[in-house]
């Protein structure tokens, strides 16, 4: 079971278990992390599960398709690691994945 | 309402609404026990899912899931499945539950959503009744369905509403053969301008859906055996073979429990904007509620996840002496073939209609205007004009048609500038 870490904006931090093939959005929802809401359910509709690749990652994850970097736009506060964790689903070699989050999502 | 966080607080109805408000409950301050009783066995899940990936067997319950049983246990959230809840006692401060137990509440949520509407008329219960003519709106309906749901099968949908349209896109990617009956002239009549109806109506047949508006039911001819829906049979004498039937023709609130409780009913439970009802110990949230919307100066029931989440969050603080007044744009989604439709705001009332894109090709949005100003958007796979529009529709911004129009004018240049 991948491991995920979640670094809030005051750096508080959380690692959590994740299971392999949800995304990493519902890993965040299941284990209550603060920061990610993902009210759409994870059908790519609500930009509330916005968060910024750690740098380290950045490469190591699949890039968005189109429509997600549409979405992706109008999240707040949106910077060049920005993905929409809906749509990053948890595999094998996203062990550590380190993921930081806005201050916030709405 | 009294401030004691440290009483019992009682959750009827394990939904979308029922799910965030347990949890959110806690996590507002809650300190006494919250217990959710659903009539369902299921903890509480997203329907949005069963008439698209579900439907087509391309998720599975547990991800239907809004959180797995642990995250409840952690937030000392206990739920009771599959029981219903019969009646509520006010005076005495008791839910009665189906089982005979009773459990005393200090606070109660009343989370009950609602039921599909049932066709009237002719031998539609006795239809109702066969293996092969369904509703939907559980999980189990969809299990049912999925049995059923073969390359081949002659499928007959009543309704032509998101639920018909969505299951009929569904059902011809699998390759079953369509037929959508609608009894409005246009599908989608009840939330859509023409110009958007027409839009679908077009994609649909083009996949290869039998579309048939200005159509009713007549009657549903059962096989000779009397085990099974054989036909359905339209009021223009049409009679249309079938080897299964869905029914969508949409939703009523469950209002019954609080009617019998005496709280004020009125298309829905009837509660304020931090979703208490005439009960000061009792908050309605979801589906089920009335509530005032200030953007459109009315009351509104809407049945959409997003008011559900919104609802039980403003229902968790309110619960723990805190008030956050819920006023928001409605918004909500129906995923149809490749088509992302994304709504935004009610358009009831509308006086101009403004499309932006071509409703020939497979992406463009349709904004609803009073008076200058919108009152609602229909967008196709145009996310950014979706969010945008949220903004159009809260700010009441005035806005220039011609340059809504135009795809040359981004349209975020439409916001007001800073000043």
Redesign the interface.
């Known amino acids: 079971m991948p491991t995920i870490r979640f670094v809030q904006s005051d750096g508080a931090e959380q690692a959590v278990h994740a299971e392999l093939g949800?995304s990493v959005m519902q890993a965040a929802?299941?284990?209550?992390v603060p920061g990610i809401l993902g009210?759409?359910?994870g059908?790519?509709?609500?930009?509330t599960c916005h968060g910024y690749v750690d740098e380290a990652w950045n490469d190591r994850v699949p890039p968005p398709e189109g429509?997600e970097t549409?979405?992706l736009?109008?999240a707040m506060d949106v910077r060049p690691n920005s993905r929409l964790t809906c749509q990053l689903n948890v595999t094998p070699d996203l062990d550590g994945l380190v993921i930081r989050l806005p201050a916030s999502q709405t | 309402m009294s401030m004691d966080t440290n009483g019992k607080a009682v959750i009827v109805g394990a939904g979308h609404a029922a799910g965030v408000m347990a949890v959110s409950l806690r996590e507002a301050g809650w300190q006494g026990s919250i217990v959710m009783i659903g009539e369902e066995a299921h903890l509480p899940y997203q329907r949005p899912p069963l008439s698209k990936a579900f439907l087509a067997g391309e998720a599975e319950v547990e991800q239907l899931y809004l959180k797995p049983a642990a995250t409840y246990e952690r937030a000392g959230v206990e739920f009771i499945g599959a029981t219903r809840v019969e009646r509520i006692d006010r005076a005495a401060r008791l839910v009665h539950l189906a089982d005979g137990r009773a459990l005393a509440w200090d606070k109660l949520v009343l989370a009950t959503g609602g039921r599909v509407r049932r066709l009237a008329g002719a031998n539609a219960e006795a239809a109702a009744r066969m293996p092969n003519f369904h509703y939907l709106r559980t999980i189990d309906d969809v299990m049912r369905i999925r049995a059923q749901f073969h390359h081949g099968v002659r499928l007959v949908i009543v309704g032509g509403g998101y639920v018909g349209l969505e299951v009929a896109a569904i059902a011809r990617h699998r390759g079953l053969q369509v037929t959508v009956l609608e009894a409005a002239e246009r599908v989608l009549a009840r939330v859509t301008a023409p110009e958007v109806s027409c839009f679908y109506e077009r994609i649909h047949r083009a996949e290869g859906v039998d579309v048939r508006t200005g159509t009713q039911v007549e009657q549903f001819e059962l096989d000779p055996s009397g085990d099974a829906v054989a036909a359905v049979v339209c009021q223009d004498g049409a009679r249309i073979p079938a080897d299964l039937v869905i029914v969508g023709v949409g939703l009523v609130p469950n209002t019954e429990l609080a009617q019998a409780a005496g709280l004020e009913v009125d298309n829905g439970i009837v509660v304020d904007a931090c979703t208490r009802t005439s009960d000061p110990d009792i908050v309605a949230i979801g589906d089920c509620s009335n509530h005032p919307n200030d953007i459109y100066g009315r009351r509104l029931r809407l049945e959409s996840v997003p008011n559900a989440m919104e609802q039980a969050r403003t229902a968790a603080a309110a619960l723990c002496g805190v008030l956050k007044p819920y006023n928001a744009v409605p918004w909500f989604w129906s995923d149809q073939y490749d088509l992302k439709l994304k709504m935004t705001g009610l358009s009831q009332g509308y006086d101009q209609l403004v499309l932006r894109g071509d409703t020939g090709g497979r992406s463009f949005s349709a904004f609803y205007l009073k008076q200058g100003r919108m009152l609602a958007a229909d967008t196709v796979s145009r996310p950014q004009e979706f969010m945008l529009s949220k903004r159009f529709i809260a700010e009441a911004i005035e806005l220039d048609p011609a340059r809504l129009a135009d795809e040359s004018v981004p349209l975020k240049d439409l916001l007001p500038t800073a000043p």
């Open positions: 949800q929802v299941n284990n209550q009210d759409c359910g059908s790519c509709s609500c930009a429509y549409d979405m736009s109008c």
